[in-house]
């Protein structure tokens, strides 16, 4: 074995010898392709959201003329599937802890194929709001159940990475939405938006079968007693056996099972019950429980409140604000919102588990308050001046840009990687599912009002407002939220409790993986 003399006689070896047998489980195993497919396979399943938010900006403007709709009645349509998405969302926790994470996304897929059916369907008000209801119950189970799945599936050196999927295939689905826009606006106007909307159900059914594919979460296994199935999924998709078997340990703990226990089915404890859950999450806290349910709840507030669906919904009205008036125009402008949120979430998955948390929420957040500050000013030049003013309007659309950019470089995947991470295992499902309703809450709340808002304040002065509430976020993130970069997710309670003092427990932690290091290179 390569390596010198220690001080007590044994062998140093030199970690940068990854040929040491010492150092083979710090190699990535072909099993990590594993937890890929699983994350794909799963975060797809929110390519519906971001397919019906991308399609319902440019498919208003056609729905408005062909039905002769209000402006209000714009508003609602567009925003209201968010609101209804909050009851799914509430149903999908329960709903996953009885039929497990695997299908409840088949059920997701299955309502949104149901509601844009309805949608595409639809002859008049009435018609579209029961195609909005049926949609936003799939949209709400598949928002919720997406990242936390991937979140149980991860190893904790790539749960970032992979956990930022369901945000990846959000903004995939912007373009698609945006792109079926464009690629359907020729048809007869009583045609185009029917398939712009309708086509939306085709995915859906693909989805619902692949998922059949994927192997049932590791996490819910083991709450069904299941530890054989679950210690089988683990080691295909851990990057050791040796990883494996802790994460196992670490589950069996979090679900009551004794370590020493190792029989393939095994009668667990008895849970509580749902009411117990909820009145452990809002009734009687701890106190890390508490914090980590504030950081949940504020990151998905502050995400939505930033104004980022007021862009993604309207963002033909905003350019149209800025100046651009025909309407391929408007939808092409659009097409490139898409193609800035896609890239710059793709680069932000890379980040996540080598920058960490913090960093890009805050430096995101700082550059969405920095975009729609100029945003803000250069729409208020424009409706101020009596002719076109150019540079207003290219700093108008290059600020738009650079705001979907910012935000999809942090505070868009950071939101659901860390909320689908703070809980303890017996409050998962339900935890995340609250900071989903919070998320789909605000997101429906901005939708239907941001017409009405900007023509109350002035389109620069309702982003102006957006920009005072993200420098808010930003103040609440600095404060609040520990680096869980790294930390497997029962080591991630450790952070929570003490709102002003997880700095000294995480320098703790370091001190003593360190220490751990260290002894580690010494042989005796």
């Not at 149903?91 to 996304?105: K, N, P, V």
């Amino acid at each position: 074995m390569a390596g010198t003399s220690g001080p007590s006689g044994g062998v140093v070896i030199d970690p940068k010898n990854l040929s040491s047998p010492l150092f083979d489980s710090e190699k990535k195993p072909k099993s990590n392709k594993y937890a890929f497919a699983c994350a794909i396979l799963a975060s797809m399943t929110s390519i519906l959201l971001g397919y019906d938010t991308g399609v319902l900006s440019g498919a208003a403007i056609y729905i408005k003329k062909d039905l002769h709709f209000s402006d209000v009645q714009i508003e609602i349509i567009v925003g209201i599937i968010n609101i209804f998405s909050l009851l799914g969302s509430f149903l999908a926790g329960r709903t996953s802890d009885w039929i497990g994470r695997r299908y409840t996304m088949v059920l997701a897929g299955g309502i949104f194929f149901t509601g844009a059916f309805l949608m595409g369907c639809a002859t008049d008000f009435t018609f579209l709001i029961v195609g909005r209801f049926v949609a936003g119950i799939g949209v709400g189970y598949a928002m919720m159940i997406a990242p936390v799945y991937t979140t149980e599936v991860a190893p904790a050196s790539s749960r970032g990475f992979l956990t930022s999927f369901p945000e990846v295939f959000i903004n995939a689905g912007v373009l698609l939405g945006y792109v079926s826009n464009f690629a359907f606006a020729k048809l007869p106007l009583w045609l185009g938006w029917r398939f712009m909307l309708g086509i939306g159900a085709i995915p859906s059914v693909g989805l619902a079968i692949g998922v059949l594919y994927m192997p049932e979460s590791p996490r819910w296994l083991v709450m069904r007693g299941q530890l054989g199935e679950a210690r089988r999924v683990l080691e295909k998709t851990s990057e050791s056996k040796e990883e494996a078997q802790q994460r196992l340990d670490d589950i069996k703990e979090a679900a009551g099972i004794p370590e020493e226990c190792n029989d393939d089915i095994v009668q667990v404890p008895k849970r509580s019950n749902d009411d117990a859950v909820w009145q452990e999450l809002f009734l009687h806290p701890t106190p890390a429980v508490r914090h980590a349910a504030i950081t949940a709840i504020g990151i998905h507030f502050f995400q939505m409140a930033s104004g980022v669906d007021a862009v993604v919904l309207y963002s033909p009205r905003i350019f149209e604000k800025a100046g651009i008036k025909s309407d391929d125009h408007k939808l092409l402008a659009t097409i490139g919102v898409g193609i800035c949120k896609t890239i710059f979430v793709l680069i932000s998955t890379f980040l996540l588990d080598k920058v960490g948390r913090r960093p890009l929420m805050l430096s995101s957040i700082g550059g969405v308050v920095v975009a729609l500050v100029i945003l803000s000013g250069s729409l208020i030049v424009i409706n101020h001046s009596d002719h076109t003013v150019h540079w207003a309007v290219v700093l108008a659309i290059i600020s738009v840009y650079g705001f979907v950019s910012v935000f999809s470089s942090g505070m868009g995947p950071v939101a659901w990687v860390y909320s689908s991470e703070v809980f303890p295992l017996r409050l998962r499902a339900q935890g995340f599912s609250i900071g989903v309703a919070v998320n789909r809450g605000v997101s429906g709340i901005i939708g239907m009002t941001f017409i009405s808002m900007y023509e109350a304040l002035t389109i620069g002065g309702a982003f102006l407002v957006f920009a005072v509430v993200a420098a808010i976020g930003w103040v609440f993130v600095f404060t609040m939220f520990p680096e869980t970069q790294g930390r497997n997710l029962e080591e991630i309670e450790l952070l929570f409790g003490d709102y002003f003092g997880w700095r000294k427990t995480l320098r703790d932690l370091k001190k003593k993986e360190a220490a751990e290091a260290k002894n580690v290179c010494i042989v005796a």
